[in-house]
């Protein structure tokens, strides 16, 4: 085979190469787009959106009709209201069976107080409600902090989890009543945490995460003082030395927590502060789901259901965002191929003739 034929050869491979790219990344790369605002909005419930527009219709329903059978009228309210907004068709016997359960179960919310009270522990907006009303009196908290801060100065174990959440909620106590209430999300976030966490409900990194925090910055000096005062029901003055107890930095970290889950409290009550921790292993996991509760409002429960960890997980579409990436690189480089060849070509013609204009002249 002569020289020509070689240079035809592969003239005639790279060409079909190309074709396969361009082809190729064409095809593909739509997803680019989505893989793009998927990452940059990947705290703002993008990744919830993604992932529920994957989700079969009949998920939707098994789920619907599961939350009747266990007549969870609550979390079925919220589920037809995803799906509807999903453009999902709920069959309006579902629908009706629904409006036939009764709004409030009255046995279970005695039963849930009672269980705050004997117990410390909830499971609903009545059990809850006992917990946030324990703080707003200072007794828990107080209690708390004479007691993890005993521990620390005899040396003793410490639960800094703890000890930061009641140095915390000590003065959003006091904020919340000299705001008529304004701070009540706020104060409901801290305790929903001091109190999940007692209960061992709480993601195991997501508190080793804060108490590592918390435990490197505590104030000795500012501890001795607040525990001198807390004995002596001196609360008054007690914000002093707690606003000395953790650096800025922490103070501020278990503020915004606190807060996160307060906004989930807002818009999905106690259920939806219990979905979130339970898939939550960072504080920037509750970040997102504050922000994905709310976006949803009253289907959030119901996204928290559908989609679990999905919601602030991401590891799985990798792989998918990596292949929408490739495929774009793809069509790059063959447009890239492309364009210099046909710019390579039309040099080559343009030389040509002006080389026989020349001549001809």
Known sequence: MDTESWVRLFRGLWGRIGLVMFVTGLALS???WDSVRLLRMMGEGAIADYRLKQLPPEQYIAEIETALAVRDGDMARSLIALAEAQNVDVPTELVAELNALPPVDLGNVVSQGWNCIVNGDFD???????????????????????????????GQPVNYFTLGIASVGLTLTGATIATGGGMLPLRAGASFLKAANKVGKMPPRLVAEVSTMLARSINRTALDEALAM?????????????????NPRSVAAVTDLATDIGRIGTVGGVRAMKLSVEVADST??????AKTAEKYQDK??????????????????????????????????????FALRSTTKVARFTGRMMVRGRAVA
């Open 30 to 32: 739509p997803g680019l």
């Open 124 to 154: 609903s907006e009545a059990g809850f409600a006992c917990v946030v009303a324990t703080d707003l009196t200072s007794v828990g908290d107080v209690r708390d902090l004479v007691a993890q801060g005993g521990n620390y100065l005899t």
């Open 230 to 246: 807390a004995r002596e029901l001196r609360l008054g003055e007690i914000g002093k030395p707690l606003g000395r107890l953790f």
């Open 284 to 289: 920037r996991d509750v970040k997102v789901l």
């Open 300 to 337: 959030f429960p119901a996204v928290m259901k559908m989609l679990g960890r999905g919601v602030v997980r991401i590891a799985d579409l990798l792989w998918t965002i990596g292949g929408w990436f490739a495929a774009a690189a793809l069509w790059l480089l063959s447009m890239a191929w």
